[in-house]
């Protein structure tokens, strides 16, 4: 192989991911050793080329990637991607008479509130993430400012304080805060570890399904009777709950939720890393459920995304929505950097918005993406990837030998299909053997204490007959496999 071989542009790869070999060749081929003397620039583009690329997987670059939701990159996106890198422009700085890099982050966040229809005067503070873990943490953290502040002016005579200022110790201490809690329905790992990065705690999230076949909706007496404990709260909903794609809540339930968490002085995050997509879904009987699982967004105090996932740019990029700017800018306040002064223009300078400094210009493919394809686009494509994941539920609901999860429920799916083999010898493999020829690539996870098989599909390049054909193609394939005729 040879460096003309591999494109390097967004085409297609037929591969899900590489072989052994590939992989084997890629690992021995790596330099181990720091060189004296470099080895130029040519040397290394081969050597990436034609050693290491092949043993990447097609995660982003085979429609038939769907082991995790890990999206594409469309061709206007990995062309912004470039040019980021090329002018490696750093939006930490708010230099708006230096760079446009600065309103054009600020203008992109809009029009992704403009894609979302999540309304910009409610959701003033925004900003750019490495993902949905970072923006999960971003969450935790503003809640647990607000709600030791909120528990604060409660108490008789009321109280100021601030976790920002004065460390989670003694501001809990002088607003009497005894315990916190997170409470979810069937959460994203990376809540627990938002939890304990913001020194919450993992063993503070406390999970209150509704049932068990319903676990990743709430039990709302169970959240009343939690949150009117002695301790503070933070409410976390999974709006595409990871394994099943289901939705913690419907617009009702925000409601009573919005009642409940204002009576206790809760906060509301939402974690919709690749659920708040199928807020550009039209309002049509197919989408019913969907449209109601994320109804009501607007009533959260702060919102997750990723833009790495069903947007469809590269990694990484998350998305951040608070209804709270002021509190944010108290929580991630940089200060004294009066070399990087926040300027005269109404957009609120990042350095105190998130995590981080210094960042990567991540807004410029995404403006890419949102400006060369716009809204139609982005929902027809949407369409497409639910009507390839309800393709698959239709014809697995009526197999002998496999059986859709967590229900019957068509109209319910999203972009997910979990599903499992009827046969215990069968679903024991049935991972493996889906995988083995390396077309698809599912992914395994336990359901309810039992394996089973997820399909996500994520990527733009989604074509719902084609891609049909190769995932009955591998379901058929593992059944032959393992001896059991369809
Ligand atoms: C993927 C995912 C995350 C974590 O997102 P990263 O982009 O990997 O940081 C969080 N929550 C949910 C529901 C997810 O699907």
């Known amino acids: 192989m040879n460096a003309t071989t591999i494109d390097f542009t967004s085409a297609a790869v037929s591969r899900a991911v590489p072989t052994e070999a590939c992989i084997e060749h890629a690992t021995a081929s790596l330099v181990t050793s720091l060189p004296e003397d ?63 890099a600065t309103s054009l982050e600020a203008t992109t966040l809009r029009l992704l509130q403009q894609l979302l229809s999540l309304n910009e005067v409610d959701f003033p503070g925004r900003i750019f993430t490495t993902g949905a873990t970072a923006s999960n943490i971003l969450g935790m953290a503003l809640g647990r400012e607000f709600i030791v502040a909120e528990a604060g002016r409660r108490k008789s005579p009321p109280i100021r304080t601030s976790v920002a200022e004065l460390g989670i110790l003694e501001a809990c201490f002088q607003a009497g805060v005894t315990n916190m809690q997170v409470l979810a329905t069937l959460p994203h790992s990376s809540l627990y570890k938002a939890t304990s990065a913001v020194g919450i705690g993992r063993d503070s999230v406390i999970v209150i399904p509704r049932s068990d076949s319903e676990p990743w909706k709430f039990d709302l007496d169970s959240l009343a009777k939690h949150l009117s404990a002695e301790a503070v709260s933070i409410i976390s909903i999974s709006a595409g709950e990871v394994s099943s794609g289901r939705f913690a809540t419907n617009g009702e339930e925000m409601s009573q939720i919005r009642v409940l968490a204002d009576q206790y002085g809760a906060w509301i995050h939402i974690d919709g890393a690749f659920g708040l997509q199928a807020l550009v879904l039209p309002h049509t009987d197919a989408y019913k459920a969907l449209n109601e699982g994320v109804s009501s967004f607007h009533l959260a105090d702060s919102i997750a995304g990723d833009a790495h996932k069903l947007l469809n740019v590269p990694y990484d990029c998350g998305l951040f929505f608070s209804r709270w700017l002021n509190l944010q800018q108290t929580v991630f306040e940089n200060p004294n950097a009066t070399y990087l002064s926040t300027s005269a223009l109404p957009i609120p300078s990042p350095l105190n918005l998130g995590l981080e400094n210094s960042r990567r210009f991540r807004a410029l493919p995404v403006y890419a993406s949102l400006v060369a394809y716009g809204r139609i686009w982005h929902r027809d494509l949407l369409e497409r990837q639910i009507a390839l994941a309800r393709r698959i539920g239709s014809y697995i609901r009526k197999s002998a030998i496999y059986e859709l999860l967590p229900d019957d429920d068509l109209e319910q799916i999203y972009m997910v299909v979990l599903f499992r083999a009827r046969s215990e010898t069968l679903n024991a493999q049935l991972v493996s053997l889906l995988n083995a020829p390396k077309e698809i690539r599912v992914s395994g996870l336990p359901w309810k204490g039992q394996l089973a098989a997820r399909i996500a599909v994520g990527t733009w390049r989604v074509e719902v007959d084609r891609d049909f054909r190769m995932v009955v193609k591998a379901l058929e394939g593992a059944a032959a496999a393992a001896s059991l005729s369809l």
């Open 38 to 100: 470099g080895l130029g620039f040519e040397h290394i583009k081969k050597h990436i080329l034609n050693d290491v690329a092949p043993a990447f997987t097609g995660s982003s670059r085979c429609p038939n990637y769907y082991a995790y939701t890990t999206g594409g990159v469309t061709d206007a996106a990995l062309f912004a991607d470039w040019v980021a890198s090329t002018w490696d422009q750093n939006v930490q700085v708010h230099l708006p008479r230096d760079t446009v």
